[in-house]
């Protein structure tokens, strides 16, 4: 059985060189210091939304957490951001919540609420040097879950200066990932991808962009079992 790496390396092979540079200077920027966790959104504009929003700030993973509401795959209105996305999804129970929170916190995260607390402290102000983030953004309606308000070892708010209380969902998502990641890639912290991690989502862009990726990678199994 071929590696990743060796799967990876044959398949620079039918891309452009254009393209593998770019593929190269994108996984330096790719974090997963910093992931989203979507609790139950119903409005597939908004999942699109933060996608697109995670995709560029360079956030590789994205979890999406399925109690009332399902995540809509065959939806076009992301396919371009989610396709060079990590999606975990968490589905299957009445309550899917506790799942996702276990999962990231044996990841070494720290589970984050947004949403006006008690104990919050502005995004700006929160200490990135406890470690990996993962920011939980809650339903349209009514937000985070008590599980998460339970569970949640910190929480944020983004300022606001108007008489609307709260912000949309995709909105309050993108101003957080854009302040936590210019103050990362500013900071000592290292941010960025291990070597083991890169590979494997470098894996996935390439067989995303090459059509016939998957018979090429078959193809070249079975160079391996006859000795070639």
């Not at 790496?5 to 996984?27: A, G, I, P, S």
């Not at 995709?55 to 957490?65: A, R, T, Y």
Request: aromatic share 8%; proline share 1%; with cysteine.
């Amino acid at each position: 059985m071929r590696t990743e790496r060796e799967q990876l390396e044959y398949l620079k092979n039918f891309v452009t060189d254009e393209r593998n540079h770019l593929f190269d200077r994108l996984l330096q920027e790719r974090t997963d210091y910093v992931t989203v966790v979507l609790e139950d959104l119903y409005q597939s504009h908004n999942q699109s939304a933060v996608m697109r929003t995670a995709d560029c700030m360079g956030l590789q993973h994205i979890h999406i957490i399925e109690n009332r509401n399902c995540y809509d795959v065959s939806s076009t209105v992301s396919q371009g951001a989610r396709e060079w996305l990590t999606l975990h999804r968490y589905r299957g129970e009445q309550n899917n919540t506790p799942a996702a929170i276990r999962q990231l916190r044996e990841a070494g995260y720290r589970i984050i609420a947004t949403t006006p607390h008690t104990q919050d402290v502005l995004i700006d102000d929160l200490d990135l040097q406890k470690g990996k983030m993962a920011f939980f953004f809650g339903t349209e309606l009514t937000g985070l879950s008590e599980t998460v308000i339970n569970e949640a070892d910190e929480f944020v708010k983004v300022p606001m200066y108007g008489f609307t209380e709260s912000l949309n969902v995709s909105v309050c998502a993108a101003l957080i990932m854009y302040s936590v990641v210019q103050r990362l890639k500013t900071s000592a912290i290292n941010w960025h991808l291990d070597e083991a991690e890169r590979v494997r989502v470098a894996l996935q862009w390439y067989k995303h962009s090459i059509k016939s990726s998957k018979q090429i990678l078959e193809r070249f199994e079975e160079k391996e079992g006859i000795g070639l």
